[in-house]
């Protein structure tokens, strides 16, 4: 089913110029498990601007899961950290992003016992019928992933790639001003995670997104800010990101960016494996 660019409901929420901007800074942040003498993360300096994209590219296990588990509270028990964690929205402190995140994991995490669309709409009721404007916007997302006869089979029904963009279709139905997001599109095809791109770029416009990706491509197409974690323990370097609009066309600019993005990476590994 390919994925709709029409929709009779609309998508953006009425309140999206109302809502919350979330701005996030780290500032000499450590984090280390406290089943571990080693730290993951040391001297970590990071700011997540409000409604705008941070990309964030570093080896596998370097720690940016970690780090973004970590902004969502599903780590206060398992870890220590120090350093400064800052969170303001429109000019006042908050004390945490408690009820602020959506957050979508490298796994889908769909339940097998729920259908696709109680799966998308799960969040939103909180065991509560289902409202008809809430199932009609679960539907049209459906739709926007190419997801629209699948909406009443199973994730074990699913293919990989499928279950993934019902796990985005999820993470989008609950409209929350800061979005995390762990590798989303690394299931899919590179047509569809071209596709996909646009559509979370178009539909979580105004919202403070925190992505993830092993993808140079993926983060020059969309990212305001990248960064690059590096270093055992890891610490963060900004890259200059090009100043057009996103999603960018790629252009020689952004291959260059894409360049030194990989030198940095390739450097990285091979000091991994010296």
């Not at 990309?55 to 398992?78: E, F, H, N, P, V």
């Not at 293919?159 to 001003?177: E, I, V």
């Not at 996909?196 to 925190?210: I, R």
């Not at 200059?240 to 390739?266: G, H, K, W, Y």
Request: charge should be neutral; include cysteine.
């Amino acid at each position: 089913m390919p994925m709709s660019s029409s929709s009779q409901v609309m998508l953006v929420p009425e309140n999206s110029k109302n809502s919350l901007a979330v701005n996030m800074t780290i500032t000499n942040g450590y984090l280390r498990y406290n089943d571990s003498i080693d730290p993951v993360l040391s001297n970590l300096n990071m700011v997540m601007p409000a409604r705008q994209w941070t990309c964030i590219l570093g080896r596998s296990g370097c720690g940016k899961t970690s780090m973004l588990r970590y902004l969502a509270g599903l780590l206060d028990q398992q870890v220590t950290w120090s350093g400064a964690l800052s969170i303001s929205a429109n000019n006042r402190e908050l004390p945490d992003l408690s009820n602020q995140i959506a957050y979508m994991a490298q796994q889908d995490l769909l339940l097998p016992w729920l259908s696709v669309l109680d799966n998308v709409t799960l969040s939103s009721k909180f065991g509560a019928k289902t409202s008809k404007a809430g199932k009609d916007k679960a539907l049209t997302l459906l739709a926007k992933v190419g997801l629209a006869d699948n909406a009443h089979h199973f994730p074990q029904q699913l293919s990989g790639g499928m279950r993934q963009r019902a796990a985005l279709a999820r993470t989008l139905m609950q409209d929350k001003p800061v979005v995390l997001m762990d590798e989303p599109f690394s299931a899919l095809d590179a047509v569809t995670r071209y596709r996909l791109q646009d559509l979370a770029c178009e539909l979580l416009k105004n919202k403070t997104v925190v992505l993830i990706t092993h993808e140079p491509q993926e983060a020059i197409r969309l990212a305001d800010q990248i960064y690059i974690m590096q270093g055992n323990p890891a610490a963060a370097e900004r890259l200059q990101v090009p100043s057009t609009a996103t999603p960018r066309p790629f252009d020689a600019e952004c291959a260059q960016l894409q360049q030194q993005i990989m030198t940095c990476l390739a450097q990285e590994y091979g000091t991994e494996h010296e």
